[in-house]
């Protein structure tokens, strides 16, 4: 049945074709239920049509069943197949230089709609929509910038990397770099980007200027063990890339700007696989979400300096920093607990915790607000958003964008004015706030925003926001 109705978009192999890979690992973020909903109904503005009328209900729960399956033998994906998949619609240096759009090209932010799988170029000083566009099947919400905001790297769950030219507002080159893939990162100086796969194991470094592929690097220990990749980073200061490991505890840094892009392998004590860095990339902040506690590693020498006290299931990576008394902390939320920790990072103790409403996923602020805005992602208060003081570590207001509705990720405008909180639904919206007064400002019709990224606060990285 699948043959008949289905390999003709999505390969015979579920690998994917001009349709998205169908296996477990791809469906992650999409419930069985609502995947027999997309076979019975389709998926408007896209391919996907409706199979309701050709199948029976039995029928559609067999194929879901079976696209949830994981295959007997693991998928491969090497380099001739992602030099194959390369596509270049614009080669560098042909479009013009300067932009279609009399906006700001530093306060534009890019918004992920994962409702219908587009994004959304708004004006971030008009607050209103410029260009919306179609992406690759579930994009991953962590788009990255070149080091001059001109262009913006996309990455797909199943694979896809796109190179978007936010100045002529077109996508110039794709390639399919894995199966399953996690994120990427651009390099400090704009010449490569780096993109982490669960599936297969594998780095898999590009050039930034057209997306061709450089070097497939296979991700496995001393002893053979391989693993997947949690995440990518920049580590602009350091001249390298930073690969966080899921399955062996080490650490890899990557040289960008070194001839012949030298490999370190940091070996940890534990897998550590959720990262925080301090502003200088000198000091690692990891934390394991199988296991409790953290741990400060030292780039440089590779080893651990302090550990951190902390429970539940802190995340790190959408942890912030701001200047607090006579100190900097670094704040985040916990996705198992109602509360933020503080933490002081001349001493890595804590400072405070802050009991909120239920467990947290995104954690933003500003350089030029006095306020950090967390919300509760999960359990039946993921309708609230709490803003707290930095000066004083206590909340000043809970809000409830729409009552009953989940409501997560701010982000704020170039000058920190405006902070923009997503209504996570399929009719949703992005709720603007004036980040001095907490009063609503406008609303802008979206679906299911999920991110939204502000280019000067990407590029300048913001203590205020992830990098």
């Not at 929509?129 to 992406?135: E, S």
């Given at each position: 049945m699948y043959r008949q109705h289905c390999a003709g978009c999505h390969g015979q192999d579920r690998l994917g074709g001009s349709g998205p890979a169908l296996l477990p690992g791809n469906l992650g973020r999409l419930r069985a239920a609502d995947a027999a909903k997309v076979i019975r109904e389709g998926r408007p503005a896209t391919q996907m049509p409706p199979f309701g009328q050709l199948l029976s209900g039995e029928e559609i729960d067999s194929l879901v069943k079976?696209?949830?399956?994981?295959?007997?033998?693991?998928?491969?994906?090497?380099?001739?197949?992602?030099?194959?998949?390369?596509?270049?619609?614009?080669?560098?240096?042909v479009l013009p230089d300067k932009p279609v759009f009399d906006a700001d090209p530093l306060n534009i932010f890019m918004v992920v709609e994962k409702g219908d799988h587009h994004v959304t170029v708004l004006d971030?000083?008009?607050?209103?929509?410029?260009?919306?566009?179609?992406?690759?099947?579930?994009?991953?919400?962590?788009?990255?910038?070149?080091?001059?905001?001109?262009?913006?790297?996309?990455?797909?769950?199943?694979?896809?990397?796109?190179?978007?030219?936010?100045?002529n507002l077109k996508i110039v080159a794709e390639i399919r770099a894995g199966i399953n893939t996690r994120n990427v990162a651009v390099s400090g100086d704009g010449k490569t980007?780096?993109?982490?796969?669960?599936?297969?194991?594998?780095?898999?470094?590009?050039?930034?200027?057209?997306?061709?592929?450089?070097?497939?690097?296979?991700?496995?220990?001393?002893?053979?063990?391989?693993?997947?990749?949690?995440?990518?980073?920049?580590?602009?200061?350091?001249?390298?890339?930073?690969?966080?490991?899921?399955?062996?505890?080490?650490?890899?840094?990557?040289?960008?700007e070194?001839?012949?892009?030298?490999?370190?392998?940091?070996?940890?004590?534990?897998v550590l696989d959720d990262f925080f860095f301090d502003s200088s990339y000198r000091l690692l902040i990891g934390a394991d979400r199988a296991e409790a506690g953290g741990?400060?590693?030292?780039?440089?020498?590779?080893?651990?300096?302090?550990?951190?006290?902390?429970?539940?299931?802190?995340?790190?990576?959408?942890?912030?920093?701001?200047?607090?008394?006579?100190?900097?902390?670094?704040?985040?939320?916990?996705?198992?607990?109602?509360?933020?920790?503080?933490?002081?990072?001349?001493?890595?103790?804590?400072v405070r915790e802050i009991e909120t409403m239920g467990p947290g996923f995104f954690m933003r602020s500003h350089e030029n607000t006095p306020y950090a805005w967390v919300d509760v992602f999960f359990?039946?208060?993921?309708?609230?958003?709490?803003?707290?003081?930095?000066?004083?570590?206590?909340?000043?207001?809970?809000?409830?964008?729409?009552?009953?509705?989940?409501?997560?990720?701010?982000?704020?405008?170039?000058?920190?004015?405006?902070?923009?909180?997503?209504?996570?639904?399929?009719e949703g919206a992005l709720v603007v706030y004036d980040a001095g007064t907490l009063e609503e400002v406008r609303r802008i019709p979206m679906r299911k925003p999920s991110g939204k990224y502000n280019v000067y606060n990407k590029i300048t990285r913001s203590e205020g926001t992830s990098h």
């Open positions: 079976e696209i949830y399956t994981a295959p007997a033998v693991s998928p491969e994906w090497n380099a001739d197949d992602i030099q194959a998949s390369h596509v270049l619609l614009h080669a560098p240096g971030g000083d008009r607050l209103e929509p410029i260009h919306r566009f179609p992406t690759r099947f579930a994009l991953h919400g962590g788009l990255k910038y070149s080091p001059d905001g001109r262009f913006v790297y996309l990455a797909s769950r199943d694979g896809w990397i796109s190179k978007y030219d936010l100045y980007v780096l993109a982490g796969n669960y599936l297969p194991h594998t780095l898999v470094l590009l050039n930034a200027d057209d997306l061709s592929l450089i070097r497939v690097i296979p991700v496995r220990d001393d002893d053979g063990k391989t693993s997947r990749v949690s995440a990518v980073y920049q580590a602009a200061p350091r001249g390298s890339f930073i690969a966080a490991l899921k399955d062996i505890p080490e650490v890899w840094e990557l040289h960008s070194k001839p012949g892009f030298p490999l370190r392998r940091i070996k940890l004590e534990r741990q400060i590693v030292e780039l440089d020498s590779g080893k651990p300096v302090a550990q951190l006290p902390l429970d539940g299931m802190p995340h790190l990576g959408s942890g912030i920093i701001w200047k607090y008394r006579d100190t900097h902390v670094l704040a985040t939320p916990n996705l198992k607990s109602g509360k933020v920790t503080v933490i002081d990072m001349q001493d890595w103790k804590v359990g039946p208060n993921r309708d609230v958003m709490h803003v707290i003081d930095k000066r004083t570590l206590e909340i000043v207001r809970t809000l409830r964008p729409a009552p009953g509705k989940t409501s997560g990720h701010v982000e704020f405008t170039r000058d920190g004015r405006f902070a923009l909180v997503s209504l996570w639904e399929d």
